[in-house]
């Protein structure tokens, strides 16, 4: 996985989402002891969505954050957008998720005018793109002025007394557990592998002001390795 790139890369995540898509939220749910539902809360009560408001759910996956918008805020107007039909599939299916739309959709290129949402959420998405400066533009543009991009994902914890914990939990617990679950140990070892490589919390903050936001912020979670940041648009789209 470490030596793969650009489009390659992006097929290889693909399919491994569409192989766990069905015991995708029950595994999201025991990897983090059921924390992801107060996490994705916190998400969308930062994306302020006024009443009426637009919300894209970019990587919804199984459309959890549309889910947790429409419970927030019932007047809203989510949308739930992701480059797997069989996680979509999988969400569409779910009770709560009667309502609202779902769009095939790559991070890169967005299939929406600019300026029409008033927030654009995410869950553990940006570590999976395979180029995060865009896809971050792409997110600034669709937002109207004023609106407020969220993000929740993994991200390098500092080193610290809890690191060897931390690395036994990412590299054998989580994978042993996910082939238990899934059947699918390899898109487990992913997980580790990639939050690994990506950015720190600081560095996913400087990208956000590199691509045009502004108050922008971060929140670490369990024991730094999970943050969840935010960011506001002022001024036009380019």
Same mark, same amino acid.
């Given at each position: 996985?470490?030596?793969?790139?650009?489009?390659?890369?992006?097929?290889?995540? !693909?399919?491994?989402?569409?192989?766990? &898509? @069905?015991?995708?939220?029950?595994?999201?749910?025991?990897?983090?002891?059921? !924390?992801?539902?107060?996490?994705r809360r916190e998400v969308?009560?930062? $994306?302020?969505?006024?009443?009426?408001?637009r919300l894209l759910d970019?990587?919804?996956?199984?459309? #959890?954050?549309?889910?947790?918008?429409?419970?927030? !805020? =019932?007047?809203?107007? =989510?949308?739930?957008?992701?480059?797997?039909?069989?996680?979509?599939?999988?969400? /569409?299916?779910? *009770?709560?998720?009667?309502?609202?739309?779902?769009? $095939? $959709? #790559?991070?890169?290129?967005?299939?929406?005018?600019?300026?029409?949402?008033?927030?654009?959420?995410?869950?553990?998405?940006?570590?999976?793109?395979?180029?995060? *400066?865009?896809?971050?533009?792409?997110?600034?543009?669709?937002?109207?002025?004023?609106?407020?991009?969220?993000?929740?994902?993994?991200?390098?914890?500092?080193?610290?007394?809890?690191? =060897?914990?931390? @690395?036994?939990?990412? /590299?054998?617990?989580?994978?042993?557990?996910?082939?238990?679950?899934?059947?699918?140990?390899?898109?487990?070892?992913?997980?580790?592998?990639?939050? !690994?490589?990506?950015?720190?919390?600081?560095?996913? &903050?400087?990208?956000?002001?590199? &691509?045009?936001?502004?108050?922008?912020?971060?929140?670490?979670?369990?024991?730094?390795?999970i943050a969840i940041h935010?960011?506001? /648009?002022?001024?036009?789209?380019?």
């Amino acid at each position: 996985m470490a030596s793969l790139a650009g489009e390659e890369r992006a097929r290889y995540v !693909q399919a491994m989402f569409a192989r766990i &898509a @069905r015991r995708y939220d029950l595994m999201n749910r025991l990897m983090t002891a059921g !924390q992801d539902i107060r996490w994705r809360r916190e998400v969308v009560r930062r $994306a302020q969505l006024p009443l009426g408001g637009r919300l894209l759910d970019l990587g919804a996956g199984t459309g #959890d954050l549309a889910r947790e918008a429409r419970r927030q !805020q =019932p007047s809203g107007q =989510p949308v739930a957008a992701d480059f797997t039909l069989e996680m979509m599939r999988v969400g /569409k299916a779910h *009770p709560a998720s009667a309502g609202f739309p779902w769009a $095939a $959709a #790559d991070a890169l290129c967005l299939p929406f005018e600019g300026e029409v949402f008033d927030a654009v959420v995410s869950g553990f998405l940006m570590r999976n793109v395979v180029d995060l *400066p865009q896809a971050l533009r792409e997110q600034r543009r669709v937002l109207r002025p004023g609106g407020r991009v969220v993000i929740l994902d993994t991200t390098r914890p500092a080193h610290n007394l809890l690191s =060897p914990f931390i @690395r036994l939990h990412l /590299k054998y617990v989580i994978p042993t557990l996910g082939r238990l679950v899934t059947g699918v140990g390899e898109a487990y070892t992913y997980l580790p592998d990639s939050t !690994q490589a990506f950015l720190t919390a600081e560095q996913l &903050a400087e990208e956000m002001w590199l &691509a045009g936001f502004s108050q922008v912020g971060y929140r670490r979670l369990m024991f730094g390795t999970i943050a969840i940041h935010w960011g506001q /648009k002022v001024g036009q789209s380019e």
